[in-house]
């Protein structure tokens, strides 16, 4: 199917992402922090990034805005996967260029019904 990357410093999110990910038979290829994610996704080339937001460093807001700003990767949609989910936390992702936004703690359907509407 697809292949996806995934950015999130939790472990534990990571495992149960790339399970719902994997058991719908996509590629994952995961990341612990958005460190050099412009080269990691322009060395993978996914069809997708699954982003946390609150991470140490850069966070999730910061770095779709920055591959959104990139014409390389500009073209790769982003789902913004966080435990923000207030009305203004959407706005603002939307704002930095993000195609769809998930609240953890989430349902695996979700994720995957926004995978799907993302990917088409």
Same mark, same amino acid.
């Given at each position: 199917? $697809?292949?996806?990357?995934?950015v +999130?410093?939790s !472990?534990?999110?990571? =495992?149960?992402?790339?399970? !719902?990910?994997?058991g719908?038979?996509?590629?994952?290829v $995961? !990341?612990?922090? $958005?460190?050099?994610?412009?080269?990691?996704?322009?060395?993978?080339?996914?069809?997708?990034i699954?982003?946390?937001?609150?991470?140490?460093? %850069?966070?999730g807001? =910061?770095?779709? %805005? +920055?591959?959104?700003n990139? +014409?390389?990767?500009?073209?790769?949609?982003?789902?913004?996967?966080?435990s923000?989910?207030?009305?203004?936390?959407?706005?603002?992702? =939307?704002?930095?260029?993000?195609?769809?936004?998930?609240?953890?703690?989430?349902?695996g359907?979700?994720?995957?019904?926004?995978?799907? %509407?993302?990917?088409?």
């Amino acid at each position: 199917m $697809s292949k996806i990357v995934v950015v +999130d410093d939790s !472990y534990a999110e990571l =495992q149960v992402i790339e399970g !719902y990910l994997k058991g719908a038979n996509h590629t994952v290829v $995961s !990341y612990p922090n $958005s460190e050099k994610l412009e080269e990691k996704i322009l060395n993978e080339k996914p069809d997708l990034i699954v982003m946390d937001v609150v991470m140490p460093g %850069r966070n999730g807001f =910061q770095a779709c %805005r +920055d591959l959104k700003n990139d +014409d390389r990767t500009k073209n790769i949609p982003i789902i913004l996967c966080t435990s923000k989910g207030n009305e203004s936390d959407k706005f603002w992702g =939307q704002q930095q260029g993000a195609n769809a936004h998930v609240v953890k703690p989430f349902k695996g359907e979700e994720l995957l019904a926004a995978v799907k %509407r993302v990917l088409g």
